[in-house]
């Protein structure tokens, strides 16, 4: 008997004028300040959505608004004996690293700690429907990448990506094939667990070796690994990937990016160990975006980690930049490959990335 996929309204489509933008001011987690307990920056969504209004980039009624996603909705990737467990306020206390959310009575840690990243996690799912019908889309969150189907960890208490990626090849014809590019700071061991074997979906990762997670048996799942040295500079980080995004993408052809675009690669950032600037971030996700638009794949960004106060700053400006090079639009987003300004960026790109300057 075939099993039909459950009805989920996060794949319900937004309206057409809307950006492939994803946001709601419920991701955002503000309880009593324990949020200042761990040294994410627990409001940062909102600040990037915020620096895009100020911009005159888009408005509330121009950006999709995230549906949380349901227990239904996270069976798709998760067990629910581990849903089960975040019932339990000592297991979200550890997952978070907010040691005092152990004390607090589950229901308050349901509606103030799992429900903005539940939030976030129906934002990555709708957004990965979003990219391929529109080309690209961001979720302004998400990017859970330490958290499996059976474990959650390092402030991840949701599988969104693996969700995101086993949403689309359950549910949209013609995904079959989906590439991660994780270039946070951190190994995504989360969905490396959850693709191990999964022959569909080529895991590229570029972080920092030493240190949290240091998951060697995760490792295995990774089919380009970019091991980076503490205090990396812009110039030879550029380089690495630039050279290993082409080259995955060139040894597989996806239907679907899933971009991990960290921003705890920052210099100064007290957990990543890099040193990458401002705008060697920018110019990271260019590198990215040119890649995946020249070839027309479309791409799902995620913002991950980053924990600094100007982080939201470098995401806002990261964006921007993108809309101002043509590698997002509106238009183009709504209007698809048949528009002359779309063929017009794709051989741009495509030019560019010959000659590609990594200054």
Partial sequence: MTQWPHRTELYEDPPSACWPIVYSPDYNITFMGLEKLHPFDAGKWGKVINFLKEE??????LIVQAREATDEDLLVAHTRRYLNKLKWSFVVATITEIPPVAFLPNFVVQRKVLKPL?????GTIMAGKLAVDRGWAINVGG?????SSDKGGGFCAYADITLAIKFLFERVQGVSKATIIDLDAHQGNGHERDFMDDHRVYIMDAYNRYIYPGDGFAKRAIKRKVELEWGTED???L???HTHVE?????????????????????GDPLGGLAISPQGI?????????????????ILMVTSGGYQKRTARI???SILNLHNLGLIDKDLATSGAGNPKVEQMIRDSAKDLTNLSLQ
């Fill in 315 to 317: 995401i806002a400006d």
């Fill in 118 to 122: 539940r939030t976030q996690t129906g």
């Fill in 239 to 241: 380089q690495k990937v």
């Fill in 143 to 147: 990017g859970f990448h330490h958290c």
């Fill in 282 to 298: 920018v110019k990271r996700d260019e590198v990215v975006f040119k890649a995946a638009r020249s070839r027309r794949i479309p």
């Fill in 56 to 61: 005159k980039l888009i408005a509330d009624d």
């Fill in 235 to 237: 110039t030879e980080y």
């Fill in 247 to 267: 080259g995955a993408l060139n040894e597989l052809k996806p239907d679907i990016i899933v971009y991990n675009a960290g921003t705890d690669i920052l210099d």
